[in-house]
Each structure stands twice: as structure tokens, then as C-alpha cells.
């Protein structure tokens, strides 16, 4: 079974701080690990993915994520917070022969100006 | 990227009427598309696989005469919440798949959001 957990249910940061938000995933076979932004009243919309291939993802708005095997981790950061940041954002794993997504329970990131 | 539409992005209904939620992939064919369901301030969960042309594969816990799924061609599913009542207020977002397999890219609707009166 494949879990992901989010640390951190609220994040706020600064206008031009660095965005950290975490995740740690749990598979018994090797991960494709996600994350995902979703605005208010709105679907999701893929930020970036590791497939296996780099280690260090680079994603849409300047956003990247490096998977760390053995911390189990895939964190989202960001070098420089704006305010069309301020949004959930969710960590997601699956595997290769698995379509399903398992979602984290997200981060409501707040930018503070 | 490819898009999912989803209609209607909002509906109100009285207790124990019945609610159609369609999703549509736009520009590619969706063999497979998923339906999750989402309270407020809470992550999404998977309610079924739907698949064209067959039945759609429910989680467990998911009341199958309840949340009637359709996927009657490769661009269309069909969500209908059955005689619902308050509790089935909720956020419901589908998914659709590019091709098949974990290295498939998911694209998502909007989300339908469910109120019951």
C-alpha cells in the first residue's frame, strides 16, 4: 500500500521567502511522486512529477521538488514567494502498473506581504 | 496541456432528488477517468475508477447504487448522486489519463460542487 503524509497542514510565508512545503511517502515498490496546486472552487493542476529519471524536479512557477530515497521525502520548495502562490497544495504518489493517485492530506500555503 | 471539463461547477438540489455531474475530456480520449470526492479543508479521495464501455471499480466504502458512474465513450463519464441528502454535500472532482499506467499524466475538471438542501 502507498501513503503520503504532509507535514504542516498551514504554511505562511513571507513575500519573497522561500517556500518549503513537506512530503514523505510510503511504497513498497518505487514511487511516482506529485504535487499538485489547487486554487479555490477549482480542480488540481500538476506543479511537477519524478518518474524515476532525475532526482531534482523542476516544475511550473519556479517550483521544484528533490526525491530523497532514503529520507523518503519529496519536498516542494520555492526560492521566492508571490502572492499568486497563496493556494492548497497537494503531494501525491502512485506506481507504474497503478493509475490511482494516493493524495496527502495538503497545505494551504499563505503568502504574507 | 489536455483538458478536463466538468459540468455543472456548481449545483443546489432538495433531498433526495437526484444530480448528474458530466466529465468530458476535450482533446483526447480517456480510457479510464477517476471521481474523487473532497470535503472542505480535506485531501481528495478516490470513490471509483470508471471505465468505457464497463462497469466502474468502487472503493471500498463507496455506495455503488448510490454514486452511479457511466463512462459511456472515451471522453465522457458520468457521475449520478442517487437520492442524496445533506451529508452528500461535498466536492466532487474528476480525473482523466492521457494513457495508461503511473507514468500517465492525470488532468483534472474543475470540481462540481454539491450542495444538498
Known amino acids: 500500500a502507498q501513503s503520503v503524509t504532509q507535514l504542516g497542514s498551514h504554511v505562511s510565508v513571507s513575500e519573497g521567502a522561500l517556500v518549503l512545503l513537506r512530503c514523505n511517502y510510503s511504497?513498497?515498490?518505487?514511487?511516482?511522486l506529485f504535487w499538485y496546486v489547487q486554487y479555490p472552487n477549482q480542480g488540481l493542476q500538476l506543479l511537477l512529477k519524478y518518474t524515476s529519471a532525475a532526482t531534482l524536479v523542476k516544475g511550473i512557477n519556479d517550483f521544484e521538488a528533490e526525491f530523497k530515497k532514503s529520507e523518503t521525502s519529496f519536498h516542494l520548495t520555492k526560492p521566492s514567494a508571490h502572492m499568486s502562490d497563496a493556494a492548497e497544495y497537494f503531494c501525491a504518489v502512485s506506481d507504474f502498473g497503478n493509475e490511482k493517485l494516493t493524495f496527502g492530506t495538503g497545505t494551504r500555503l499563505t503568502i504574507i506581504p | 496541456g489536455a483538458v478536463v471539463s466538468q459540468h455543472p461547477s456548481w449545483v443546489i438540489c432538495k433531498s433526495g432528488t437526484s444530480v448528474k455531474i458530466e466529465c468530458r475530456s476535450l482533446d483526447f480520449q480517456a480510457t479510464t477517468m477517476f471521481w474523487y470526492r473532497q470535503f472542505p479543508k480535506q485531501s481528495l479521495m478516490l470513490m471509483a475508477t470508471?471505465?468505457?464501455?464497463?462497469?466502474?471499480?468502487?472503493e471500498q466504502g463507496v455506495e455503488k447504487d448510490k454514486f452511479l458512474i457511466n463512462h459511456a465513450s472515451l471522453t465522457l463519464s458520468t457521475l449520478t448522486v442517487t437520492s442524496a441528502h445533506p451529508e452528500d454535500s461535498s466536492f466532487y472532482i474528476c480525473?482523466?489519463?492521457?494513457?495508461?499506467?503511473?507514468?500517465?499524466?492525470?488532468?483534472f475538471g474543475q470540481g462540481t460542487r454539491l450542495t444538498v438542501v
Open positions: 480525473s482523466a489519463r492521457t494513457g495508461t499506467g503511473g507514468l500517465s499524466e492525470a488532468f
Open positions: 511504497s513498497s515498490v518505487p514511487p511516482y
Open positions: 470508471s471505465n468505457e464501455g464497463s462497469k466502474a471499480t468502487y
